[in-house]
């Protein structure tokens, strides 16, 4: 459904972009993930048709943006980080200029107004100014112009940022509802986000894309190299070179002297009777137990080992 | 076309939102009602003055003149307050990406916009053409005089708003767009004096002048309707109408 291959793009001295490629599938829900700066408004702006890029393609429902913007346009829905909003508008007013804009049917164009109003609970405010909604609803009304034509592609700028939590709950909620009918990216800095609402993770990192897979195989791929985290009460400096002697034991390393912690990793694929040993060891050479544990493993291990 | 529709209608309602087209209107019509009150009693005055100095009576015709030069002038201001916020403003607070993401083209958004302020001040216009059909109503002016006039000065408005929209699709700034259409339009106008300082008696004089729009709107003040006149403002508002396309288009592969 969004196929983009090859983007480069320079701001002047910049690197902006070097070869961004990936591919989404129809019904799915991507996430852009990536620190600030690293990409993603560029990348979107190019794949919706607002910048240009220096080289390579993006295609939307099968028609590239740059040959056939009329096409790929009509199919497209884009959420810009910074909302387009016409505060002078009142928020039906809006929604109908945005559906118009689109090329929705005059037939249609009243119902599907009411419609997407509806679905993102905006009846109440429909009368009111755009300017004086709270920042919460301007990025409702701001998500309702891009779906109130329904198009295949969903394009989300970061859709939560800013928000507090009840309305970040609320919009997660409205993107997981879109799902299937539409084809959605979304960016987001906030991992647990994409965590969240995400079907497959495409992170990137100064301009390139440095990871790409499913939740699950991003996350396995964190489990794989299993790092713990063990405290002594005491002579931890003598315990680390005892430790490094255990076969299938890789880089330990003394976090803080005071406190008795280091840290070690596990070999890939190696067995967790490890960690018998290690307990033994500690215990035996008297070097006093105080804690054994398993660093908690998540897509931000991923993450910050991609991107640091 | 729905499009370029849509896409004025919006602006349309936008300027009446604001305080900004009833301080169109005022300024406008304020100005013009002043400048009309003045010539009205100098033109009084010196009827009365004529015959016993023995001068010209004024006819209403160079009354009418007078308020028309007038027009330009006070176009001159009002031209680049309307046009400054057409294409910045949407740049800078990003709702220009709503166009650019929707399945429409440059040019129907140039046409949009132009349509939109073409339109407000069209609406100005014809509300100053009280002043006008004043004097026509207690005088006898020649009457195709003043349809032609208008004509001319509504030819003039489309050529300044193209420019205008030029001017303001290249900048963020609002203020910057006021000051150089402003800049630009007063030079247009003021070519034509300045034109024989440049080069007195060459061919850059008489291109120079004839790119000034004076000498072309005096044609129409005359109660004239020259092929070549209107042309010169057709064409005049399509090249810039054209550059905006242009600098429009460009940002998408820029």
Not at chain 1, 164 to 193: F, M, V, Y
Not at chain 1, 204 to 214: A, D, E, P
């Amino acid at each position: 459904m969004i196929e983009v291959s090859g983007l480069t793009k320079r701001f002047g001295s910049v690197q902006a972009l070097s070869d961004v490629s990936f591919k989404v599938e129809r019904g799915q829900i991507v996430g852009f993930l990536g620190a600030n700066g690293a990409g993603k408004t560029t990348t979107m702006d190019i794949m919706c048709g607002c910048i240009g890029a220096d080289s390579g393609s993006a295609k939307i429902a099968g028609y590239d943006i740059m040959e056939q913007p009329l096409e790929a346009k009509k199919r497209l829905g884009y959420l810009p980080d910074i909302a387009p909003l016409h505060t002078e508008m009142r928020v039906a007013d809006y929604i109908t200029f945005a559906a118009r804009l689109h090329k929705v049917p005059n037939s249609q164009l009243v119902k599907q107004v009411d419609e997407t109003l509806d679905r993102l609970s905006l009846g109440d405010v429909r009368h009111r100014l755009v300017g004086n909604l709270s920042k919460g609803y301007r990025q409702r009304v701001a998500l309702a112009q891009a779906i109130v034509h329904n198009p295949d592609v969903l394009v989300l700028d970061e859709p939560t940022e800013g928000l507090d939590p009840n309305q970040i709950l609320h919009i997660r909620e409205l993107i997981k509802s879109l799902a299937g009918q539409h084809t959605i990216i979304l960016s987001s800095h906030i991992l647990s986000e994409v965590q969240n609402t995400c079907d497959r993770i495409i992170i990137i990192h100064n301009g390139t894309v440095v990871q790409q897979g499913s939740v699950e195989e991003l996350a396995s791929q964190a489990q794989s190299g299993r790092v713990y985290r063990l405290r002594v009460a005491r002579n931890v400096d003598q315990l680390l070179p005892v430790l490094g002697a255990i076969g299938q034991i890789v880089a330990p390393r003394l976090v803080d002297k005071v406190s008795g912690e280091l840290e070690f990793g596990l070999v890939k694929g190696a067995d967790e009777h490890v960690v018998d040993e290690v307990s033994k060891l500690v215990v035996n050479g008297g070097y006093g137990l105080r804690e054994l544990a398993l660093r908690a493993h998540s897509l931000e291990d991923v993450f910050f080992q991609l991107t640091h | 076309m729905s499009a370029i529709f849509t896409i004025a209608w919006r602006d349309i309602r936008a300027t009446f939102a604001s305080p900004k087209g009833c301080a169109i209107f005022f300024f406008f019509l304020g100005f013009m009602g002043t400048f009309f009150y003045n010539f009205l009693h100098t033109f009084v005055d010196m009827t009365q003055r004529a015959p016993m100095y023995g001068g010209e009576v004024p006819t209403l015709e160079q009354l009418l003149k007078a308020l028309f030069y007038n027009l330009h002038f006070i176009l001159v201001l009002i031209i680049p307050a309307v046009t400054m916020s057409s294409f910045s403003e949407e740049r800078r607070n990003q709702t220009i990406r709503l166009l650019q993401t929707s399945p429409v083209t440059a040019t129907q958004i140039v046409l949009g916009k132009f349509l939109a302020t073409a339109a407000i001040l069209a609406l100005v216009l014809a509300c100053s053409a009280v002043y006008p059909f004043f004097i026509k109503a207690f005088g006898n002016p020649d009457g195709s005089l003043i349809l032609t006039s208008y004509l001319g000065i509504f030819l003039l408005m489309c050529a300044q708003l193209a420019f205008g929209l030029w001017v303001s699709s290249m900048t963020t700034n609002q203020f910057m767009a006021f000051l150089f259409t402003m800049f630009g339009l007063f030079l247009l106008l003021i070519l034509n004096w300045l034109a024989p300082s440049f080069n007195s008696g060459g061919v850059f004089e008489t291109v120079l002048k004839y790119i000034a729009s004076t000498d072309h709107l005096d044609v129409f003040f005359k109660g004239m309707l020259t092929v070549n006149d209107v042309a010169y403002f057709v064409c005049f508002a399509a090249l810039f109408l054209f550059f905006t396309n242009v600098v429009l288009d460009s940002q998408r592969w820029r």
